[in-house]
């Protein structure tokens, strides 16, 4: 064996290891918060949005001196939109970087298999954007996911009542993509109607990749459908829209928030814009004047933000933005970042003045998301732009 | 819960020809694609199992030239087909000839790498974000039969047939398709009669993604252009030109026709639940009676 070889090689080893040592004395004075999230592929952009929501609360909450006079520092990490990637980083984040606490992404696979991990971990998770509706109701006995976002079951409830009410609708019909989300959502619009004692026409499925949807919304049409409830992303509800045009269908259609992913009006084409769809904020109109202060601070951070429409997706923004107050409140009650103390701390927030609305008693045990179903507001895309519908 | 459609004569006559129609102009996509499969099978008994990724190609170079530097339509329509050409060139050189030539089954896997690859080096110069490609032939769409639909629609299926013609034209009746056609049943005669093997091989292979690429303009302004908007469409062409019988261009053009109109037609009697599961179930089953395509003939396979 060449000993003196060895020699360089254990100096490194040396070196490198003092370094790790060094890197927690370092780190001591701040507080780490991780995001785990898409931010490479068809989903890039909701992850910006996340990361631009979380650090603008996260500036303001520094400049008042942190939280338990640490300064909380982000750490993200992208899943690309695959649950198993997800798992490892969000053990990575937890394991390696001791984070406080996890933020979640818009893949609802992805926030469903890191959920038994956190709840296992007892590590508090807080989804921003993801729907599903098992995520924060998973049957764990001790649950710590957490969720400032829309929610497939109720989301569904408050489709079923804007037809109601906006359109007086009589025979709803359905056309889902056909993948597991239009699934969970097929049985959250049949239970909604079914509430209501209301009968639908029909439900149709379609790919992601079909050009023309119109054999089906014509099966739709003849069995006389007077409302569409949508549920699909960015491109394929537009080729929807795209096969209503052809067809010379002028119907009335309420959808899930898949059309604010993207360039919707581009893709759909001028009859994009009777879309109505669902949000849980926007950035368009009179805003409060939580909303002015949170819009100044994203144009100043982020100087490629220069109309509204560079404000997409505004769910994304506005949802990270109150989840990472509301977390950091917690940790603030609980004195620490104990996993076990930080949620009995969410339980105990009393009030929060956020930028969707005013929260009062946000967590409960029985109920771990923060938005109801009132709090959805129903917009339409005007050249580009995410605008509230005033009724 | 749900009450039985009740179905007028009327309407149960425009179900069938707005099922007829666009069962017709998607079916001939499948078929333009297909055709690609079909002309470097003949000339060199391979295929380019990226031809979904060529088709995209075709789409994003268009929507590049004639949309982002704002080229006239024709040039851009021209530059971009003879890029998705070159690609073909490149396939056949670095991916298809280097284990063809071993008697090595190694394209198959190669081409379909390839195609990956293409695919996302695209999702990062391109964006990830699907574009719409606008076109004064799929804006306002015009009452045919009763039922509407855009101008694109109905010029694709003639501009699939029109292929189909003339690509049966000249393998079977010019010297230089002639040509080609020898490649494949005996290299080294055709090499002795001052064919250049070589160059007609990798001739077929800058076709077939031409011809995806072709498929793919023509798709986009009724799609929209994205990455991964070829994945599906390769597939289902490669099962269309199985079923048409992959040597012959005018049975994979009519299956490419049959399985559009199937795919249409099980949506708008059956239900789309049950599309996909029904069409390519009648793929197997057609397979199963009729071994060599609805046109093909019987391959011989030499020992």
């Known amino acids: 064996m060449p000993f003196p070889l060895c020699l360089p090689r254990r100096l490194l080893l040396a070196a490198a290891a003092a370094a790790l040592v060094a890197t927690p004395v370092a780190a001591q004075d701040t507080m780490k918060l991780g995001l785990v999230a898409a931010m490479s592929g068809q989903s890039a952009k909701s992850g910006e949005a996340i990361v631009r929501g979380l650090s603008v609360a996260i500036d303001e909450i520094n400049a008042k001196g942190g939280v338990l006079g640490k300064k909380l520092e982000l750490i993200v990490r992208d899943d690309e939109s695959n649950p198993a990637k997800g798992v490892v980083a969000a053990?990575?984040?937890?394991?390696r970087e001791k984070v406080a606490a996890l933020f979640g992404g818009l893949d609802t696979p992805v926030s469903m298999a890191i959920v038994p991990f956190i709840n296992q971990s007892k590590i508090p998770f807080m989804g921003v954007w993801a729907a599903g509706t098992p995520i924060t109701r998973n049957g764990a006995a001790e649950?710590?996911?957490f969720r400032v976002s829309a929610v497939d079951v109720l989301v569904d409830k408050a489709l079923v009542n804007y037809a109601l009410k906006k359109y007086d609708m009589k025979k709803p019909g359905m056309i889902l993509i056909n993948n597991p989300w239009g699934e969970s959502n097929e049985k959250g619009l049949k239970e909604a109607l079914e509430e209501k004692k209301m009968p639908y026409v029909g439900i149709e499925k379609f790919q992601d990749a079909d050009i023309d949807v119109v054999p089906q919304l014509t099966r739709l049409k003849q069995a006389g459908a007077d409302v569409l409830f949508m549920?699909?992303?960015?491109?394929?509800s537009s080729q929807v829209v795209k096969s209503l045009d052809r067809m010379g269908w002028d119907v009335p259609i309420?959808?899930?928030?898949?059309?604010a992913g993207g360039r919707f009006s581009e893709l759909a084409g001028p009859s994009g814009s009777k879309v109505h769809f669902v949000q849980t904020y926007s950035f368009a109109g009179k805003l409060s004047p939580k909303g002015e202060q949170v819009l100044a601070a994203l144009k100043k951070k982020y100087p490629e933000i220069k109309t509204l429409a560079d404000v997409t997706p505004a769910v994304g923004i506005a949802n990270a933005y109150d989840a990472m107050n509301l977390m950091t409140l917690a940790i603030a009650k609980a004195g620490s970042t104990e996993g076990p103390k930080v949620r009995e701390a969410l339980y105990a927030i009393d009030k929060y003045d956020g930028l969707i609305k005013s929260y009062s008693k946000p967590f409960t045990p029985d109920n771990h998301d923060a938005l109801t179903a009132d709090d959805y507001i129903f917009t339409y895309f005007k050249d580009g732009q995410i605008l509230p519908l005033t009724n | 819960m749900r009450p039985a459609i009740p179905f007028s004569r009327r309407g149960a006559l425009m179900l069938l020809i707005s099922a007829i129609v666009s069962g017709l102009a998607v079916g001939s996509m499948y078929g333009l694609i297909a055709l690609g499969f079909h002309v470097t099978y003949v000339v060199s008994n391979t295929v380019n199992f990226a031809q979904g990724s060529s088709m995209m190609l075709g789409a994003v170079l268009g929507y590049t030239f004639a949309v982002t530097l704002g080229w006239p339509l024709p040039l851009a329509v021209a530059m971009a087909l003879a890029l998705c050409a070159l690609f073909g060139l490149v396939v056949e050189r670095a991916l298809v000839r280097p284990f063809a030539e071993r008697g090595s089954n190694a394209w198959l896997m190669a081409t379909?790498?390839?195609?990956?690859?293409?695919?996302?080096?695209?999702?990062f110069t391109f964006g990830k974000e699907p574009r719409a490609f606008p076109s004064l032939m799929a804006q306002k769409p015009i009452e045919f039969l009763g039922t509407g639909v855009y101008p694109l629609q109905l010029v694709i299926p003639l501009v699939g047939l029109g292929i189909t013609v003339a690509l049966h034209l000249a393998f079977n009746h010019t010297r230089p398709g002639k040509g080609l056609?020898?490649?494949?049943q005996n290299k080294d005669a055709a090499r002795l009669m001052g064919i250049n093997v070589r160059r007609a091989i990798a001739f077929s292979f800058a076709l077939s993604t031409a011809l995806a690429g072709l498929?793919?303009?023509l798709i986009a302004p009724l799609f929209s252009v994205h990455s991964d908007m070829g994945t599906l469409f390769g597939i289902k062409a490669f099962a269309v030109a199985i079923l048409g019988g992959i040597s012959s261009a005018s049975g994979v053009m009519l299956a490419g026709l049959l399985y559009g109109l199937i795919e249409a037609l099980?949506?708008?009697y059956a239900g789309s639940t049950y599309t996909q599961i029904v069409a390519f179930a009648i793929v197997i089953l057609a397979l199963a009676v009729m071994p060599n395509g609805i046109l093909g003939r019987a391959a011989t396979k030499k020992v």
């Open chain 1, 91 to 95: 053990r990575e984040l937890v394991q």
């Open chain 1, 143 to 145: 649950n710590y996911a």
């Open chain 1, 231 to 236: 549920v699909a992303n960015v491109a394929p």
């Open chain 1, 254 to 259: 309420v959808s899930h928030w898949g059309p």
């Open chain 2, 112 to 123: 379909v790498a390839g195609g990956i690859v293409l695919d996302n080096i695209v999702l």
């Open chain 2, 181 to 184: 056609l020898a490649v494949v």
């Open chain 2, 215 to 217: 498929a793919g303009l």
């Open chain 2, 266 to 268: 099980i949506t708008s």
